[in-house]
């Protein structure tokens, strides 16, 4: 089977909990390969996408918090939000990963949609400096309109719509629940590691 056809019965069968990178390889015949890991040189990443949840204790994101640090708490402070709230979205929505895509769409280190990115001016999502700026921006305006971080975390997770739909609570969607504790957990550690 042709491999474009594969990529295509892939790409609109139900989707389900597993999803993962994909991996293209176009060989000396012009026949493209795909993979879900590179089987060897010349193989290179099209798709990334975000595993999941970070457990406690993570390690392997020490390099890009570190490389990221600066960008993040530079946007902080320009939109006067607390660093350790914008790091716990961070390790929530990327792991401090500037290459991460969503199952949904949702690109960089604060996980910006196409919409969010225009609304605020960014045209390059996958510009680390750019997505933090314009995904620090939206989370200051939705602390701003609900007047709440968990409200807030839940609209950065879910929509504005929803938590307006729902009476401006939390929506009742098992991955925004779980969401907005992750991130309030990863923030109360941040703020005594200050």
């Known amino acids: ?3 474009r056809l594969l990529l295509l019965l892939v790409l609109l069968s139900p989707l389900t909990a597993a999803w993962g990178d ?9 026949i493209v390969h795909l993979s879900d890991r590179p089987l060897g040189p010349g193989y290179r990443a099209i798709v990334r996408t975000w595993k999941g949840w970070v457990p406690k204790g993570i390690h392997w994101s020490r390099a890009n918090r570190k490389r990221y640090t600066p960008l993040i708490d530079r946007a902080a402070r320009r939109y006067r939000m607390d660093k350790a709230l914008v790091h716990a979205v961070v390790t929530a929505e990327s792991a401090y990963d500037a290459k991460a895509v969503s199952r949904a769409g949702a690109v960089g280190l604060m996980q910006l949609m196409p919409g969010t990115a225009s609304r ?3 045209s390059n999502r996958r510009d680390p400096a750019a997505n933090l700026d314009g995904g620090v921006h939206y989370l200051r305006d939705l602390i701003t309109r609900f007047r709440n ?3 807030a975390l839940a609209a950065y997770n879910a929509g504005e719509n929803a938590v307006a739909r729902y009476g401006n609570q939390i929506p009742p969607y098992p991955e925004t629940q779980n969401y907005v504790r992750k991130v309030l ?10």
């Open 185 to 194: 957990d990863y923030y109360r550690s941040y703020r005594r590691a200050s």
């Open 1 to 3: 089977m042709p491999s």
């Open 22 to 30: 994909i991996y293209k390889y176009t060989d000396a015949n012009g």
């Open 149 to 151: 971080v968990r409200l």
């Open 120 to 122: 605020y001016g960014v």
